[in-house]
């Protein structure tokens, strides 16, 4: 038996990892498959775990109120060392960006096992943007093995750092698996939302807001705030939806700045369900989010994404998405051209989704079983009907 270990810690990686985990499970002749929770987010974590029906093997429990990033990589390291080599795994699974993810990367190597990297290869070659998450990734690069890159773009940046060709595996994203399950859930049954808020969303033009970024703390977030109160102060059209981050850094400037706007409507952080179902009837998707910037094109929902660097510029270079910046008039004046050319925001919601077919984690298991001891050669991947066509798909959105 084949024992993977998957370690999770935050709502992202749970979202993109619930696939993998769901996959490794339909395979109990091939996997064993026991999950870690660091528990790095717990309300957020534990909605989406909840949805798929995900309960973890361990929770290290590791959130506290105001702790720094140097507490949460030692506890975290700490607390997965010992996991691992409790488990004894053949592989290690992270996904991502996240601390946890760093942590689990270098456990795993503490114990000289081998480490997959889902989300392989992104990269804005700037180690303070996005903070600290860039250098999370180019890190857990070194320590890995199996590098899961998403796309065309993705592998090519781990060539240009020299991982071997033979260790790198074009999926997709796992996200798109993710949402595209619970669409078709929330096709016929309207999630749970706040009072009022789906007769709202049927009157107005919708603006999905999500805005988190660590690096955006302080001004630039001040910046992101004023540029969604001046449009919804001169568009009355418009309805903001923003579910709020958790984080302090970001409750305070949001609800000082944007509380109180009678059509900027702030609500809890939803259940991946309930943000799925507010993404698919929005006009246009205002974002920092590295996710929901893979999720929305999915959607056929055009992105403005405020930030001034990507690790995701497949989405750009395609069309679907275009980068404001984190000045309020930048963002201000970009989202009103949007918002008042239908044209363009239908011409940013017809091209292809450059992230993926839906089928990346069952790709992600294939080569995890095309490597186990006995199992054969790598190249049989090739005539399995999930790999069919989607060599095709990813060259047709591919980015140079």
Same mark, same amino acid.
């Given at each position: 038996?084949?024992?993977?270990?998957?370690?999770?810690?935050?709502?992202?990686?749970?979202?993109?990892?619930?696939?993998?985990?769901?996959?490794?499970?339909?395979?109990?002749?091939?996997?064993?498959?026991?999950?870690?929770?660091?528990?790095?987010?717990?309300?957020?974590?534990?909605?989406?775990?909840?949805?798929?029906?995900?309960?973890?093997?361990?929770?290290?429990?590791?959130?506290?109120?105001?702790?720094?990033?140097?507490?949460?990589?030692?506890?975290?390291?700490?607390?997965?060392?010992?996991?691992?080599?409790?488990?004894?795994?053949?592989?290690?699974?992270?996904?991502?960006?996240?601390?946890?993810?760093?942590?689990?990367?270098?456990?795993?190597?503490?114990?000289?096992?081998?480490?997959?990297?889902?989300?392989?290869?992104?990269?804005?070659?700037?180690?303070?943007?996005?903070?600290?998450?860039?250098?999370?990734?180019?890190?857990?690069?070194?320590?890995?093995?199996?590098?899961?890159?998403?796309?065309?773009?993705?592998?090519?940046?781990?060539?240009?750092?020299?991982?071997?060709?033979?260790?790198?595996?074009?999926?997709?994203?796992?996200?798109?698996?993710?949402?595209?399950?619970?669409?078709?859930?929330?096709?016929?049954?309207?999630?749970?939302?706040?009072?009022?808020?789906?007769?709202?969303?049927?009157?107005?033009?919708?603006?999905?807001?999500?805005?988190?970024?660590?690096?955006?703390?302080?001004?630039?977030?001040?910046?992101?705030?004023?540029?969604?109160?001046?449009?919804?102060?001169?568009?009355?059209?418009?309805?903001?939806?923003?579910?709020?981050?958790?984080? +302090?850094?970001?409750? /305070? $400037? %949001?609800?000082?700045?944007?509380?109180?706007?009678? !059509?900027?409507?702030? @609500? =809890?952080?939803?259940?991946?369900?309930?943000?799925?179902?507010?993404?698919?009837?929005?006009?246009?998707?205002?974002?920092?989010?590295?996710?929901?910037?893979?999720?929305? +094109?999915?959607?056929? /929902? $055009? %992105?403005?994404?405020?930030?001034?660097?990507?690790? !995701?510029?497949?989405? @750009? =270079?395609?069309?679907?998405?275009?980068?404001?910046?984190?000045?309020?008039?930048?963002?201000?004046?970009?989202?009103?051209?949007?918002?008042?050319?239908?044209?363009?925001?239908?011409?940013?919601?017809?091209?292809?989704?450059?992230?993926?077919?839906?089928?990346?984690?069952?790709?992600? @298991?294939?080569?995890?079983?095309?490597?186990?001891?006995?199992?054969?050669?790598?190249?049989?991947?090739?005539?399995?009907?999930?790999?069919?066509?989607?060599?095709?798909?990813?060259?047709?959105?591919?980015?140079?």
């Amino acid at each position: 038996m084949y024992k993977v270990l998957t370690v999770i810690g935050t709502r992202p990686e749970a979202i993109k990892l619930a696939p993998v985990i769901l996959e490794l499970k339909r395979r109990p002749t091939k996997f064993s498959s026991p999950v870690c929770s660091t528990g790095q987010h717990r309300l957020m974590l534990d909605q989406v775990l909840t949805e798929f029906g995900i309960v973890p093997d361990y929770d290290l429990n590791l959130m506290t109120s105001g702790q720094s990033l140097a507490q949460i990589t030692a506890r975290a390291l700490e607390g997965l060392n010992r996991v691992v080599a409790q488990e004894n795994p053949d592989v290690v699974l992270v996904q991502g960006d996240t601390t946890t993810a760093f942590c689990g990367a270098l456990a795993a190597f503490y114990q000289q096992k081998k480490v997959g990297h889902i989300e392989a290869g992104l990269r804005t070659e700037n180690k303070f943007s996005p903070f600290p998450e860039e250098m999370n990734r180019r890190l857990v690069c070194a320590l890995t093995d199996y590098h899961f890159a998403p796309t065309h773009h993705a592998r090519a940046a781990l060539l240009s750092e020299k991982v071997p060709r033979s260790n790198i595996f074009i999926t997709g994203n796992t996200v798109i698996d993710a949402l595209l399950w619970v669409r078709e859930r929330t096709q016929w049954q309207i999630p749970d939302l706040p009072e009022g808020l789906v007769e709202q969303v049927a009157h107005h033009q919708v603006i999905l807001v999500t805005g988190h970024r660590r690096e955006s703390f302080g001004e630039a977030f001040e910046n992101i705030c004023g540029a969604i109160r001046d449009i919804a102060d001169s568009l009355p059209e418009a309805l903001f939806i923003y579910p709020v981050h958790l984080n +302090p850094n970001v409750q /305070k $400037p %949001v609800n000082r700045i944007l509380g109180g706007h009678a !059509r900027i409507k702030l @609500i =809890a952080p939803q259940p991946y369900p309930s943000f799925v179902w507010l993404m698919d009837r929005a006009s246009i998707v205002l974002t920092d989010s590295g996710g929901v910037q893979e999720e929305a +094109p999915s959607l056929g /929902k $055009p %992105v403005l994404v405020m930030r001034t660097a990507t690790e !995701r510029p497949e989405g @750009i =270079a395609a069309g679907n998405a275009r980068l404001v910046g984190v000045t309020r008039e930048g963002i201000a004046a970009e989202l009103l051209h949007l918002l008042t050319h239908p044209a363009e925001r239908t011409a940013m919601s017809s091209v292809r989704n450059p992230y993926g077919d839906g089928h990346a984690a069952e790709r992600i @298991i294939d080569v995890l079983a095309a490597h186990r001891p006995g199992a054969g050669k790598l190249k049989s991947l090739n005539s399995c009907d999930k790999w069919a066509g989607f060599e095709r798909h990813m060259n047709d959105a591919k980015v140079a």
